[in-house]
């Protein structure tokens, strides 16, 4: 994403976003979505983890 070559990167920039808008007094909830999804793991587990695409 955006020629971010890592995920945790990106990641990074969205919550520097967020503490910018918190420093604001800007609602995050309105304008960021926080979205996870379930994986299937090895052996049925299953691991929670984040999706940024909104």
């Known amino acids: 994403m955006l020629e971010y070559s890592k995920w945790g990167n990106f990641i990074k920039v969205i919550d520097k976003a967020k503490e910018s808008c918190k420093n604001s007094n800007i609602s995050v909830f309105e304008h960021f979505a ?8 090895p052996k049925g587990a299953e691991n929670q983890i984040d999706d940024l695409r909104k």
């Open 34 to 41: 926080d979205v996870s999804k379930t994986i299937k793991m």
